[in-house]
């Protein structure tokens, strides 16, 4: 069976930044289940994986453009302390809802702390970075009725309610 809209793939995949060092891995763990079409990875990767079937192997260098975009200087503000009420210490690296430019809600990451100033960063981590993916087809099935409505695989890899 062949990879397309409204499929249940599992993925065994390894990702890597330009330099090689390795961002993220399903090695010794379960694979990543998703539902094509669906949006559940980046689009460079759904694209690339079209078409394939189970036992497939392709490595995938992903632009930053379809993976988590270009970074964005306008997604750094420096807000006063003051504005993390309730939080006793605040520390690099924390992550915070917010409300984005379009109104929407984003996560913000904390990126330096400089006095009462907080710098906050509403980029996603890797935005900017071309993505390297080796991936192997595990298995691709039809989804069922529950899953396409819901828009993500259920079970062992996916989405547990």
Same mark, same amino acid.
């Given at each position: 069976?062949? *990879?397309? &809209?409204?499929? &249940?793939?599992? *993925?065994?995949?390894?990702?890597?930044?330009?330099?090689?060092?390795? !961002? /993220? =891995? =399903? &090695?010794?763990?379960?694979?990543? &289940?998703?539902?094509?079409?669906?949006?559940? !990875?980046?689009?460079?990767?759904?694209?690339?994986?079209?078409?394939?079937?189970?036992?497939?192997?392709? /490595? $995938?260098?992903?632009?930053?453009?379809?993976?988590? @975009?270009?970074?964005?200087?306008?997604? $750094?503000?420096?807000?006063?302390?003051?504005?993390?009420?309730?939080?006793?210490?605040?520390?690099?690296?924390?992550?915070?809802?917010? =409300?984005g430019?379009?109104?929407?809600?984003?996560?913000?990451? *904390?990126?330096?702390?400089?006095? /009462?100033? $907080?710098?906050?960063? @509403?980029?996603?981590?890797l935005?900017?970075?071309?993505?390297?993916?080796?991936?192997?087809?595990? =298995?691709?099935? /039809?989804?069922?009725?529950?899953?396409?409505?819901? @828009?993500?695989?259920?079970?062992e890899? @996916?989405?547990?309610?």
């Amino acid at each position: 069976m062949l *990879i397309a &809209a409204n499929k &249940a793939v599992s *993925i065994d995949y390894t990702l890597t930044n330009d330099a090689g060092e390795v !961002i /993220d =891995s =399903s &090695a010794g763990g379960a694979p990543l &289940a998703y539902l094509h079409g669906a949006g559940n !990875i980046i689009g460079g990767l759904e694209k690339a994986l079209l078409g394939k079937q189970a036992g497939d192997e392709l /490595d $995938v260098a992903v632009e930053p453009e379809d993976a988590y @975009g270009e970074y964005s200087a306008e997604l $750094v503000a420096t807000l006063n302390r003051s504005m993390f009420e309730g939080v006793d210490e605040l520390e690099v690296g924390m992550q915070f809802h917010a =409300s984005g430019p379009d109104g929407g809600m984003q996560i913000v990451t *904390i990126r330096e702390l400089e006095g /009462d100033d $907080v710098i906050v960063d @509403g980029n996603h981590p890797l935005a900017g970075q071309r993505l390297h993916f080796k991936v192997k087809v595990v =298995s691709v099935r /039809d989804a069922s009725e529950e899953e396409v409505a819901h @828009g993500h695989i259920h079970g062992e890899g @996916g989405h547990h309610h």
